[in-house]
């Protein structure tokens, strides 16, 4: 159960640091961290609209994870190049953007038609970044003429660059996870080979087959009986271990 926080504005940014302290404590999952970076923004800025774009490290697109009002449909396909509109401007320089009226009349401003947030007037855009590496960037838009104050500013600033290293924490949990994962994965298909080669040898031996027709039958005994083909290969040994041992009377004697 994700752990709920007590949504009191805070007043500094020691008070941002002891509220961003407990959510990297808890064991949020990605989706909710976002969530508590918008719930932030929102608090710090009293925006009509936030959304956190997080850069996909496969392709390096800059892609839209978390915003304040409803975008189910967007969330993780709305994407943009580095580099392109003002967002992609923010990512490539890793510099604020401050736009105090007339928004989309910047020359980077790139419209988005599916975000109702595109029309507002007053914009601004700060780089999410973890030890000098962009992590994604944080927008805040305001319906209507906004002056962005230089409190206002650096109080975002500090939500970037502290979320920044949450969201890298995270990443390089989820990492290890994944990576012991296939770690795991790997050794078992490893001992899934030794076992199906040691019954291949016992087919070949018993059946007087070559390899390749003894590892077809197992293949094709495999599909025959729909059971995973290390579950034949160990069934095939333990017959063949038994038959070793003889009667138990003899095993006594």
Known sequence: MATQFVMEIPSSPLGLLHRISNIVASELSLDEMLGEIVG????????????VYLVEKETGDIVLRASQLPHAADLGTLRMQMGEGVTGWVAEHKSVVALSENAFS???FKLQRSLI???????LSVPLV????LIGVINVHHRNKHRH???????????????GGAIVKWQLAEQNVRLLEESQEIKRQLETRKLVERAK???????????EEAYLRLRNESRRLRRPMRDLAEAI???????????????VS
Do not use: H, K, N, W
């Open 201 to 211: 040898g016992i087919l070949q031996q018993r059946y007087q087959l070559s390899e």
């Open 149 to 163: 104050t230089a409190e206002e500013i650096s109080l975002l600033t500090f939500i970037g660059e502290q979320m």
């Open 237 to 251: 040994i333990m017959a063949e271990e038994l038959a070793r041992r003889g009667p138990i009377s003899d095993a």
């Open 106 to 108: 910047d020359p980077r």
């Open 130 to 133: 973890s030890g000098g590496e």
């Open 40 to 51: 932030l923004t929102v608090q710090a800025t009293e925006c009509d609209a936030c959304l």
């Open 117 to 123: 947030e595109d029309t507002y007037e007053a914009f």
